[in-house]
Each structure stands twice: as structure tokens, then as C-alpha cells.
């Protein structure tokens, strides 16, 4: 066999290779199989100093017009492979630019926070400060400065989550005495704070989480939110709180809903009160909501307690004052008339997004 046979048989095999090869990894390995360095083609190239001389110009021009044709070739069937490749990923990943983007929702303040910065607004605009206080208080400031007495059932580990600082080893339990330090029951503490470190004239509120070992029901929940409010001032009386409690009443729940104040004790006011608002189920009529009593129970307040201010380094003989504690879970409830207040707690998308 000739050097014309070997390339013209070289350019029918890579001719036939090339329509079998599917990938330009495959494409790749056939070009160096034939034109790279120790290629087929390139070998054969090399053995032209043998071919008599009378042959080589009609030799060399076949085996250059083979090598190009080679190449073409080669190039072709990999743009091909190239082509087919886009055209694979384009059918995979269509994209159908006619359909409706993704809606990024942007979210509402949770119902509590909503109403605790409604408060915040009612009471700002009565030209009060807005204060803030820890979660984890001292016995001091929860209670001891608030006139609560030693005994007082409220201090007892069953009402309140003590925080073991100097418990010794084993003996963890939350007995009542082994610890000073607490997770605040109430905000009232914000109160001995404020008047620590202000002086009078004195119109605050603070907001903010308390917690109580309270199993949670449809009333009660271990973790909730008050509002406190306190002020101190010459001259204040009842009619000073009265007078900004309804109020605030009217502005959180409207102007059809009755108030009425009941005595009550607190330790760190007196006189003290419980405040009602009629019941917007029934209308005050009675109902199962307002267990037909007409009314629902909506926040505590008084005259600050003499003692109270004794213990802050106020004199009670300038002046006086009343303070009050805001249950936000409780206005929730009752402006929505919400049956159950774990419905607050649950994150449940259904209940949050009404608000
Ligand atoms: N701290 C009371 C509670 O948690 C609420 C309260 C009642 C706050 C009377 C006050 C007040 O400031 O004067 O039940």
C-alpha cells in the first residue's frame, strides 16, 4: 500500500469517527489521535523524506490538502457538538418569563407590638417619656421596694421563676429565700429604677415582657406583656388618674366602652383599683365572654403608697403620685375579642395576618 492509500484511508477514518463521536471530550481525543504529535497523520507527514523525490511535490500537496480537510472537518463537528450542547441546556432549563414573579412579603408587627406602640403614642402624647428596665431583677426591685411584704404569697417560688445565683450544688430548686435575683413578675420594678434616678417631675411608662410559672391556658400565659405607668408630681390626686385612664380607655377601645374602677390591693399603691371596661361582646348586657359580669378586667392601678417613695429617696410629703400596669395581652383580647390568648403565641399565619 502507497502513502496516497494510508492518507486517504487516514481521512476515511476520521471521517467515520467523527460522526460517532458525541461529546467534545471524545472529539477532542480523535484530533489528537490524528493530528497531534504522535497523531497518525502527523506520523505519516514525518515519512515523506522517504517517498521518492519524483513523487513527493504531487505526495506532499495530497497529504496537505488530506490534513486540511482533516481539520475542517474537526472543526465542524465541534461546533455542532457545541451547538447541541446550548440547545440541550436551553430545553432543560426553560424558563417561562410569562409567569407571575415570586411576591416577597414584606410582613406586619406582631398584634402585641402593634398595641404596645399604640399605648406608647396615647401616653407620649400626654407628654410622658417612654423607660425601659431589666428582665432579670433583684427581689429589691420587684418587690421589696414596692412594699411588698416578706411574706407576701407573690415571692413564693410558685409564682415566681427565681434565677439560681447562690444556690449551693443539688439544691437548685426554686425555693423561695435561696435566691435574690428573678425574672420580673411585673413592671413595676421600672418604677423604683425611675425614681432612683430622676427626680421629680416624674410621667413615664415602660413597656415590656414579665413571666410567671403559669401554665398556659386560654387566660393566662408564662411569659405576657405590661405597660407601667408612673407619676409624680405636687398635687396629683385620684382625679389625676382617673381622669387619664378613662381616657386612655376611650383612645384604646372607643368611645362606646364604659370604665369603672373597683378597689382593689396592691401593695405598692393605696388606695388601689382594679379598672374594667364593658364588655364589647355583649355590650355590658353579660355574656360567656365577660363570664355575665357586663365587664372585663383591663388593668390595675392606685396612689402610689407613701412607703414606695420612701424607699426611692422621694419625700412623700412634696409629693404625690399614681402608677398604673397595663396587661397588652388582656387589650388584645379584649378589643378583638379574642377567646383564647395563646392565639397570640402560636405564630400561626392565619391569626396574625388579620392585624
Ligand atoms: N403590677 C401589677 C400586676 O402585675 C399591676 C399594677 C397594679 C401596676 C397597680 C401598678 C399599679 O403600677 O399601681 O398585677
Not at 75 to 80: G, L
Not at 161 to 181: C, I, M, R, T, W
Not at 260 to 283: I, K, L, N, Q
Request: net charge negative.
Amino acid at each position: 500500500m502507497g502513502m496516497s492509500d494510508d492518507l486517504k484511508s487516514i481521512e476515511a477514518q476520521v471521517k467515520e469517527g467523527l460522526e460517532k463521536v458525541q461529546s467534545e471530550e471524545a472529539l477532542e481525543e480523535l484530533r489528537v489521535a490524528t493530528l497531534g504529535r504522535k497523531g497518525q497523520l502527523t506520523a505519516l507527514m514525518h515519512m515523506m523524506g522517504k517517498v521518492p523525490p519524483e513523487e513527493r511535490p504531487a505526495m506532499g500537496k495530497l497529504a496537505n490538502t488530506v490534513r486540511s480537510e482533516v481539520e475542517d472537518a474537526i472543526s465542524r463537528r465541534k461546533a455542532e457538538l457545541v451547538r447541541d450542547a446550548m440547545a440541550r441546556r436551553m430545553a432543560a432549563d426553560t424558563v417561562d418569563v410569562t409567569l407571575p414573579g415570586r411576591e416577597l412579603s414584606l410582613g406586619t408587627q406582631h398584634l402585641i407590638s402593634q398595641i404596645r406602640e399604640e399605648i406608647e403614642d396615647i401616653f407620649c402624647g400626654l407628654g410622658y417619656t417612654v423607660e425601659d428596665g431589666p428582665y432579670v431583677e433583684t427581689t429589691w426591685y420587684n418587690f421589696t421596694a414596692l412594699n411588698a411584704p416578706e411574706d407576701h404569697p407573690s415571692r413564693s417560688a410558685r409564682d415566681t421563676f427565681y434565677v439560681v445565683d447562690n444556690a449551693p450544688e443539688g439544691k437548685e430548686a426554686h425555693v423561695q429565700g435561696e435566691s435574690d435575683v428573678l425574672l420580673r413578675t411585673q413592671t413595676s420594678g421600672v418604677q423604683v429604677h425611675v425614681m432612683e434616678n430622676q427626680q421629680p417631675p416624674i410621667y413615664m411608662i415602660c413597656p415590656g415582657k414579665v413571666f410567671r410559672p403559669d401554665t398556659a391556658d386560654a387566660n393566662h400565659l408564662p411569659q405576657f406583656t405590661q405597660v407601667e405607668g408612673l407619676v409624680v408630681d405636687e398635687g396629683i390626686t385620684f382625679g389625676d388618674l382617673k381622669g387619664t385612664l378613662d381616657y386612655f380607655c376611650r383612645e384604646i377601645f372607643g368611645k362606646d366602652r364604659a370604665t369603672r374602677y373597683r378597689p382593689h390591693f396592691f401593695p405598692f399603691t393605696e388606695p388601689s383599683c382594679e379598672v374594667d371596661v364593658s364588655c364589647g361582646v355583649c355590650g355590658g348586657k353579660g355574656c360567656r365572654f365577660c363570664k355575665n359580669t357586663g365587664w372585663l378586667e383591663i388593668l390595675g392601678c392606685g396612689m402610689v403608697d407613701p412607703n414606695v417613695f420612701q424607699y426611692c429617696g422621694i419625700d412623700p410629703e412634696k409629693y404625690t403620685g399614681f402608677a398604673f400596669g397595663i396587661g397588652v395581652e388582656r387589650v388584645a383580647a379584649l378589643r378583638y375579642d379574642l377567646p383564647d390568648l395563646r392565639m397570640l403565641m402560636t405564630g400561626d399565619m392565619r391569626f396574625l395576618n388579620q392585624f
